[in-house]
């Protein structure tokens, strides 16, 4: 019986140690990215003839944004060029 019960102890403490882990990190930072969404996979606000997320007509559309980790927007190269920080005309 105590070998039961101190195998169920030694699983509910690794359980919680793993949990207390996973909580303890740290949310990455993101940005709207301009210009690099597919069409219908922008994360919002896309401009004249859109209302929200999954509204863009065509690929990289420049007014059309989705949430990237922050620091990486302008380094994300598409067909039409690099994402932007600001919408494109």
């Given amino acids: 019986m105590k070998t ?3 195998g169920i102890a030694a699983t509910l ?5 793993a949990s207390a882990a996973h909580a303890a990190e740290p949310k990455k930072e993101m940005e709207k990215c301009y210009g ?4 219908g996979q922008n994360d919002c ?5 859109t209302s929200c997320a ?3 007509k ?3 559309q420049g007014d059309a944004w989705m949430l ?3 620091g990486t927007c302008t380094t994300i190269k598409t067909p039409k060029g690099y ?3 600001k919408a494109k005309q």
Avoid: H, N, Q
Avoid at 13 to 17: D, G, N, Q, T, V
Avoid at 36 to 39: C, D, E, H, I, P
């Fill in 4 to 6: 039961t019960y101190a």
């Fill in 13 to 17: 403490a690794i359980a919680l140690c």
């Fill in 36 to 39: 690099v969404a597919k069409a």
């Fill in 45 to 49: 606000a896309a401009g004249p003839g």
């Fill in 54 to 56: 999954a509204t863009s």
């Fill in 58 to 60: 065509v690929d990289y």
């Fill in 68 to 70: 990237v980790e922050k």
């Fill in 83 to 85: 994402g932007s920080l």
